[in-house]
């Protein structure tokens, strides 16, 4: 089974809305002298929490990823960034599960349309689905596990694309899978009213108030995550994965430390 529909057809990004936080509630106003006062004590916590990153036994040490994506909230230019997903699927245990999860979820898909569409004989065809909702009541597509990724991208989107090869295989009854498939990651990056961070308990009102007034701005994190994945028949036969990255993926460019970036 999958948990998003598919349909042959080239990679297309389907229909995700994301919330516009504290602006969903609140209209905009011009910053008070208080709200400026607030928001430098917040950069400085920024400048604090970027110093002690990898230095041990000292709390929050391991939030490259969060920092990076708060500098750029806290910049206030509202453009969309690239983050990497590879690096959350690879540190973060929600993150492997939802890899696995979407590994499976492509080869389905594959299987399905080729089933539909081409019943017993070979077949060539791309794939693209809905999105699936990461950080929900769904366990195959959950919620960060650590903080680092709780605060980088938390609850998020997720669509699937795939270029497929099939040959049917009449000694086994059954085809012959090659899928070279994308997961298409995006989430909105903002506060919201009425939630707070899991780690540190601090409301989200601490943050929200800087989208209202314009000293920050929320803005959209993207990326992307490409697998080759080989097999026959119905999933999950025996199959084999390729094209995952041999080199330790870096830590965000935007981090302002080098050691924070390595």
């Given at each position: 089974m999958t948990y998003a529909v598919y349909r042959r057809g080239a990679a297309s990004r389907p229909h995700i809305?994301?919330?516009?936080?504290?602006?969903?509630?609140?209209?905009?106003?011009?910053?008070?002298?208080?709200?400026?006062?607030?928001?430098?004590?917040?950069?400085?916590k920024l400048e604090a929490g970027e110093a002690i990153q990898g230095v041990p036994l000292v709390p929050h040490n391991a939030l490259p990823d969060a920092l990076a994506a708060y500098r750029h909230f806290l910049d206030g230019s509202g453009t969309d960034r690239q983050f990497s997903y590879e690096r959350y699927a690879a540190n973060d245990p929600s993150g492997q599960v939802t890899l696995q999860s979407a590994i499976l979820e492509a080869m389905n898909a594959a299987y399905d349309v080729h089933t539909l569409n081409y019943p017993g004989i070979d077949g060539s065809f791309s794939f693209t689905g809905s999105a699936i909702a990461c950080g929900g009541t769904n366990g195959y597509f959950p919620y960060p596990k650590t903080e680092n990724w709780q605060k980088a991208i938390g609850a998020h989107q997720i669509w699937i694309s795939g270029d497929v090869v099939a040959k049917w295989n009449a000694t086994k009854n059954a085809a012959d899978f090659e899928v070279t498939f994308t997961i298409h990651a995006e989430d909105r990056y903002n506060f919201n009213p009425g939630a707070k961070d899991i780690a540190t308990g601090i409301?989200?009102?601490?943050?929200?108030?800087?989208?209202?007034?314009?000293?920050?701005?929320?803005?959209?994190?993207?990326?992307?995550?490409?697998?080759?994945?080989?097999?026959?028949?119905?999933?999950?036969?025996?199959?084999?994965?390729?094209?995952?990255?041999?080199?330790?993926?870096?830590?965000?460019?935007?981090?302002?430390?080098?050691?924070?970036?390595?």
């Open positions: 809305t994301h919330d516009n936080g504290f602006l969903d509630k609140f209209a905009r106003r011009a910053p008070t002298t208080s709200d400026r006062m607030q928001y430098a004590q917040w950069r400085a409301p989200d009102d601490a943050n929200g108030v800087f989208e209202i007034t314009g000293l920050a701005k929320q803005y959209m994190n993207y990326s992307t995550l490409t697998r080759h994945a080989t097999w026959t028949g119905k999933p999950p036969a025996a199959f084999s994965v390729s094209m995952v990255p041999w080199l330790r993926q870096r830590q965000p460019s935007d981090n302002r430390r080098v050691r924070n970036v390595l």
